[in-house]
T-cell receptor
Framework: GQQVMQIPQYQHVQEGEDFTTYCNSSTTLSNIQWYKQRPGGHPVFLIQLVKSGEVKKQKRLTFQFGEAKKNSSLHITATQTTDVGTYFCAGHHRSNYQLIWGAGTKLIIKP | GAGVSQSPSNKVTEKGKDVELRCDPISGHTALYWYRQSLGQGLEFLIYFQGNSAPDKSGLPSDRFSAERTGGSVSTLTIQRTQQEDSAVYLC????FGGGSGNTIYFGEGSWLTVV
């Protein structure tokens, strides 16, 4: 079936280091969305990518959508404690109402 | 309403009892989703409503789970004869349109269910 694989499951970083999470789909996506879930909270929408090769930036966050529209990444530069949480990707396959979710990558800041 | 509203926010129930979880989506949103998230895990799709109908119930874990939506608005997720493995947070979400249009999904705060 349609799947979105997301890696890594966890990433421990020192504050100020960079963080990256990757998503790969088994089939072409019509679009991909990214969400952030703080500990104890619910997922909150960050951004949507639609075009092949699209790159979008939000301050220290950079989102990319692959040329084949099968993969995507989120990169955070110089992490801060406010970045802590789990980052999920979720993709729509063509003609499919359902978002296929990655398993999430948990960003942990080392004390 | 201003956002997706869920109730109760927390529910502790005894094994074998039935529970009802309620979701009030954003006004005007036609699509409504139920997800389940166990502690530290990803999102598990349960059911999707477009209007009052549910084209896909395949995510419901067993026949103890059912959901309905009335008036194209409020939805209720019912779990009968609860089991300890049902303990999780149940998240409701809504979008303006369904059908893979890529609308932003807005989540409620979730209903945290603990079965003891």
């Amino acid at each position: 079936g349609q799947q979105v694989m997301q890696i890594p499951q966890y990433q421990h970083v020192q504050e100020g280091e960079d963080f990256t999470t990757y998503c790969n789909s088994s089939t072409t996506l019509s679009n991909i969305q990214w969400y952030k879930q703080r500990p104890g909270g619910h997922p909150v929408f960050l951004i949507q990518l639609v075009k092949s090769g699209e790159v979008k930036k939000q301050k220290r966050l950079t989102f990319q959508f692959g040329e084949a529209k099968k993969n995507s990444s989120l990169h955070i530069t110089a992490t801060q404690t406010t970045d802590v949480g789990t980052y999920f990707c979720a993709g729509h396959h063509r003609s499919n109402y359902q978002l296929i979710w990655g398993a999430g990558t948990k960003l942990i800041i080392k004390p | 309403g201003a956002g997706v509203s869920q109730s109760p926010s927390n529910k502790v129930t005894e094994k074998g009892k039935d529970v009802e979880l309620r979701c009030d989506p954003i006004s005007g949103h036609t699509a409504l989703y139920w997800y389940r998230q166990s502690l530290g895990q990803g999102l598990e799709f349960l059911i999707y409503f477009q209007g009052n109908s549910a084209p896909d119930k395949s995510g419901l874990p067993s026949d103890r789970f059912s959901a309905e939506r009335t008036g194209g608005s409020v939805s209720t997720l019912t779990i009968q004869r609860t089991q300890q493995e049902d303990s999780a947070v149940y998240l409701c979400a809504s979008t303006l349109f369904g059908g893979g249009s890529g609308n932003t999904i807005y989540f409620g705060e979730g209903s945290w269910l603990t079965v003891v």
